[in-house]
């Protein structure tokens, strides 16, 4: 049981190209959710998805893209990178009922120059 | 507007020496209140759900405790694997979004 994997673990982009993160759970979870980290601002919710075939914008959606084609894939584009977007991003999933816990990826480590 | 404040934002330990961790919340009916640990270069890592105030719960040398506006997070007799990032975060009962704080970063020296 794997849990939350998410790949790549690095990239580097240089501004204006484009790439999608891929997010894959193995719990059979139908809520998925692409977070970033940035130091001093916490982890903040770009996009989520309540199920398979469906999403949903969170708290920072600018710039971001998501599809959610298969219930245990949740799939992440950036398709001009910018240099803001350098971040750290991590993937989540949790049940649809309580307890509602959400189980994180290692993330990956985007740096675009 | 729903929000999470944890304190102090670093906190520097001997082994051995107990301390708490903070987190104060303001949100339009909780749903939960939950603990992750953080390592460097990793994920966050699910330690404890809190659903109403007065729980509380325990996983070896850490206790979580839960009240209506805060929630702290007690380490008793720390080791040096303790040392990590403690994030709090809250579910909202409206909107079910994770809501988190900035964490805690914790250095348990030995």
């Known amino acids: ?113 | 507007e729903d929000q999470v404040t944890q304190s102090p934002e670093a906190l520097r330990l001997q082994e051995g020496e107990s301390s708490s961790l903070n987190c104060s919340y303001t949100v339009s009916g909780l749903r939960g209140l939950f603990w992750y640990r953080q390592d460097p270069g990793k994920g966050p890592e699910f330690l404890f759900t809190l659903y109403s105030a007065g729980e509380e719960k325990e996983k070896e040398r850490l206790k979580a405790t839960l009240t209506k506006k805060e929630s702290f997070l007690h380490i008793t007799a720390p080791k040096p694997e303790d040392s990590a990032t403690y994030l709090c975060a809250v579910q909202a009962s409206n909107t079910g979004k994770l809501i988190f704080g900035q964490g805690t970063t914790l250095q348990v020296k030995p």
Not at chain 1, 65 to 72: A, I, P, T
């Open chain 1, 1 to 113: 049981n794997a849990g939350v994997t998410q790949t790549p673990k690095f990239r580097v982009l240089k501004t204006g190209q484009s790439m999608t993160l891929l997010c894959a759970q193995d719990m059979n979870h139908e809520y998925m959710y692409w977070y970033r980290q940035d130091p001093g601002m916490g982890l903040r919710l770009i996009h989520y998805s309540v199920g398979e075939g469906t999403t949903a914008k969170g708290e920072v959606p600018d710039g971001y893209n998501v599809s959610r084609l298969k219930k245990q894939n949740f799939l992440l584009g950036l398709e001009s990178a910018a240099p803001s977007q350098t971040s750290v991003y991590f993937c989540a999933s949790s049940m649809t009922s309580g307890p509602y816990t959400q189980y994180f990826g290692p993330g990956t480590r985007l740096t675009v120059l």
